[in-house]
């Protein structure tokens, strides 16, 4: 199995990994892209491929493989699509070859800038991915050859503010960039007009075009509602003690008539007139509110301090459902209970009334910025799709931007971010309860295993957690922190700076190891080495390591690894 891995790494080495067309996200209605049939005519300098492959350096030619689910567009005339849009919703996936330029055209004209600006220095402007009238407040692109992602809401005419329209939102893979833009607009938007795509210098690719165009009409209704406040103490698990019940012709958490600790229990039903995937939106102050639809769960959630949003969705028969809502309000604060819903091709509209979501209390935004110097924060870390809290992690943030997490238990390097380095509001403000930090950037998650480990066979399984020691941290010249750690009779120093175009690493081992010592690198479903020694891990990130060490791809189930033989001073870098 060993010489069969290494087999296909040769075959890979000269050729960048190839991208599949995939489906578009969530309940946007796909363009399609069998063929150029959903465009207006088209020049030569555009195609529908199946693949393409694209490195992240260099003016090598964009690889492609026939079939379909790909746009692929050189630099010359626009792509205009058939598709006519006022307000909508659009999702777009893009990958750009090196130096690449282009723009989204949205229905009222206004560009939305799609470039290769990751490794920009300084502040983004008129030239970062994103720009649309306003400079995004971070430049969250991706490298070339990294499928990219844009999200935005827009509004092609704004009441009562002629010729205007409006970009509510624009996430630029998955980190919000812009919000509340209002931009010129002088076309008519009564009957909307097209999409197009624009390249103006290189080679820009498309897929998993999506759109939402939105409509104001309400096919989802509450009725027949039965409400009981019960007077148990906010954060009982159990409430049985009924204060006072009725019936209410309106959603409202004022029924509990300014009680300062209560459970709040609505029952009645949802009136559907259109078939269809419905999503919807809890925004509360409280320590619970779930959501039931016929019986099933579709939001259960846990403390929200400040009317945050949490989000479920069910798929609704036309008719009526029956639903549940259980609130609760904390004695502290003032109590606020929203709830609001939205499907494909429908602007999201309250079902609750203004007065039960009363403006929520300030709370700022508290963030920690490097400026001469890297910074150093402790703090929880809470990683997607973990049920605990890591107590013992340190982030750190460069000047130049390169920011990064360790769990200092574990020895493990679990996430890297670029942009703007940390929001420490859950931290700071208040209580601090939480304890949490989040990155404020363009965040990658890398691992949460430990990043060491000792393997006497290169096909036994990878330590959820090594025989790691930490023995502290010592601070180099540069401000930066140098991790130590025990392992067995040896030291490893671990060292993470920033290279100005990249996250470097550096192991320096002092004393015997027991065994062959390892670095994992990266785990993922899809780990090429696209160049000598570089390697590209799904769509996330590329890791640099040095040609003449001998890297090892291996199969770990449904995934693979990436796994560097550590000894003596061994390097490697990260980027994306």
């Known amino acids: 199995m060993h010489h069969l891995i290494q087999k296909v790494s040769l075959l890979l080495l000269t050729c960048p990994v190839m991208v599949v067309g995939q489906t578009v996200k969530g309940n946007y209605s796909p363009l399609p892209l069998k063929d150029l049939s959903s465009f207006e005519s088209s020049g030569a300098n555009w195609s529908v491929q199946g693949n393409v492959s694209i490195l992240p350096a260099g003016v090598a030619k964009v690889k492609t493989q026939s079939g379909e689910g790909v746009l692929l567009g050189n ?21 750009v070859s090196p130096g690449a330029e282009g723009n989204l055209v949205l229905p009222g004209g206004q560009k939305v800038r799609i470039s290769d600006s990751s490794k920009q220095q300084g502040a983004a402007g008129a030239a970062t991915s994103g720009y649309v009238g306003q400079f995004p407040t971070q430049n969250a692109a991706k490298a070339p050859g ?153 939001l259960a959630t846990g403390e929200s301090t400040s009317q945050e949003t949490h989000t479920g969705s069910v798929n609704l028969s036309q ?60 703090s929880f870390i809470l990683l997607d799709g973990e049920k605990y809290k890591r107590t013992h992690c340190i982030s750190v943030g ?53 990043s060491l480990a000792v393997l006497e066979d290169t096909n036994k399984a990878w330590p959820d957690s090594s025989n790691i020691n930490f023995l502290g941290y010592k601070i180099n010249a540069q401000g930066y922190p140098v991790f130590r750690y025990a392992i067995g009779s040896a030291t490893v120093n671990d060292q993470l700076t920033s290279g100005g175009s990249s996250l470097s690493r550096t192991f320096t081992v002092e004393g015997n190891v027991s065994g062959p010592l390892y670095s994992l690198l990266a785990s993922g479903k899809q780990i090429v080495e696209i160049e000598k020694g570089l390697y590209q891990v799904d769509d996330r990130y590329y890791v640099q390591t040095d040609k003449k060490v001998k890297v090892i791809i291996r199969p770990v189930g449904e995934v693979k690894e990436l796994i560097l033989p550590v000894s003596g001073t061994t390097s490697y870098s990260m980027f994306w």
């Open 75 to 95: 630099a010359g005339t626009a792509l205009t699509t058939k598709l006519k849009a006022s307000d909508m919703r659009l999702y777009v996936e893009f990958n």
């Open 146 to 298: 990294l499928w990219q992602t844009i999200e935005l809401s827009y509004d092609a005419s704004v009441p009562n503010l002629a010729n205007s329209a409006r970009l509510n939102t624009l996430a630029l893979n998955g980190v919000t960039v812009l919000e509340t833009v209002y931009l010129p607009n002088s076309k008519a938007t009564g009957d909307g007009q097209p999409i197009s795509f624009e390249v103006t210098k290189g080679s820009i690719a498309f897929r998993n075009i999506g759109y939402q165009l939105l409509a104001s009409r309400k096919p989802l209704a509450l009725a027949n509602l039965n409400y009981k406040v019960y007077s148990d103490k906010w954060d009982s698990k159990e409430y049985s003690k009924i204060d006072h019940e009725g019936k209410s012709a309106i959603l409202t958490q004022e029924v509990t008539n300014g009680m300062r600790e209560f459970h709040l229990v609505y029952e009645g039903d949802l009136d559907v007139s259109e078939a269809g995937e419905y999503i919807f939106t809890t925004i509360y102050s409280g320590p619970v509110l779930s959501l039931d639809v016929d019986g099933k769960s579709v």
């Open 319 to 378: 008719g009526k459902h029956q639903f549940k809502i259980h609130y609760s309000r904390f004695p502290w604060r003032q109590p606020a209970l929203g709830l609001r819903v939205e499907k494909a091709g429908i602007r999201p509209y309250d079902l609750h009334v203004l007065s039960s979501l009363p403006e929520p209390e300030p709370k700022p935004y508290i963030s920690v910025t490097p400026e001469m110097r890297p910074e150093m924060v402790r």
């Open 398 to 450: 460069s000047p130049d931007g390169w920011n990064y997490t360790v769990d200092l238990n574990r020895g493990a390097l679990i996430q890297a971010w670029r942009g703007k380095f940390a929001d420490v509001t859950e931290m700071w403000y208040e209580r601090g309860e939480p304890q949490l930090l989040f990155p404020a950037g363009l965040k990658v998650h890398v691992s949460g295993r430990s």
